[in-house]
T-cell receptor, first 113, second 114 residues
Framework: GENVEQHPSTLSVQEGDSAVIKCTYS??????FPWYKQELGKRPQLIIDIRSNVGEKKDQRIAVTLNKTAKHFSLHITETQPEDSAVYFCAASFTSGTYKYIFGTGTRLKVLA | DTGVSQDPRHKITKRGQNVTFRCDPI?????LYWYRQTLGQGPEFLTYFQNEAQLEKSRLLSDRFSAERPKGSFSTLEIQRTEQGDSAMYLCASSLGGQAGEQYFGPGTRLTVT
């Protein structure tokens, strides 16, 4: 069935260190993988995304990698800052024509000053 | 604010009552989604509209739930005979059609059923 697994569920890092969050999806036909950041009480906001024809994408301190064969994709945040503390969700967009998202269960990232 | 808006932001209701939520998407977006998010979980897909047509409904959407998008602009989600298990954040998102891409989320309506 349609499923996205996300690990870890919580992650604490020291300010300045890197953070890595990993996701696995089930449908090999998925072709779009967004990452959303959700701060407490706020709406999810897109921070980076990747399409299946690309292996890696970077935007300043944030990068996403995709391994289509293994059906894995990962979020990498370098030089973490306290304002990076939030819940991060990965998602896979299924090609059913609706492009609905199937979300992972989220990772609560805490950046310790 | 030209983003996705939702109303109300909070709703407290007693079990058995009916509630209706409204979502106003970004004006040029033809795709509209409803998701439900419970504490500590990722959003779960409920239903999808392309313009005014409801094209997919999740199995999560029981007969007590109904959604409309009458003119292809705003959408409403109604829950009849609410149950405590309906307590959640209801998120609306919209996007521009063509291919899979960014969905813009509204602030959500937090429903508490007592």
């Amino acid at each position: 069935g349609e499923n996205v697994e996300q690990h870890p569920s919580t992650l604490s890092v020291q300010e300045g260190d890197s953070a890595v969050i990993k996701c696995t999806y089930s449908d090999s036909a998925s072709n779009y993988f967004p990452w959303y950041k959700q701060e407490l009480g706020k709406r999810p906001q897109l921070i980076i995304d990747i399409r299946s024809n690309v292996g890696e994408k970077k935007d300043q301190r944030i990068a996403v990698t995709l391994n289509k064969t293994a059906k894995h994709f990962s979020l990498h945040i370098t030089e973490t800052q306290p304002e990076d503390s939030a819940v991060y969700f990965c998602a896979a967009s299924f090609t059913s024509g609706t492009y609905k998202y199937i979300f992972g269960t989220g990772t609560r990232l805490k950046v310790l000053a | 604010d030209t983003g996705v808006s939702q109303d109300p932001r909070h709703k407290i209701t007693k079990r058995g009552q009916n509630v209706t939520f409204r979502c106003d998407p970004i004006s040029e977006h033809n795709r509209l989604y409803w998701y439900r998010q419970t504490l500590g979980q990722g959003p779960e897909f409920l239903t999808y509209f392309q313009n005014e047509a409801q094209l997919e409904k999740s199995r999560l959407l029981s007969d007590r739930f109904s959604a409309e998008r009458p003119k292809g602009s705003f959408s409403t989600l109604e829950i009849q005979r609410t149950e405590q298990g309906d307590s959640a954040m209801y998120l609306c998102a919209s996007s521009l059609g063509g291919q899979a891409g960014e969905q813009y989320f509204g602030p959500g309506t937090r429903l508490t059923v007592t």
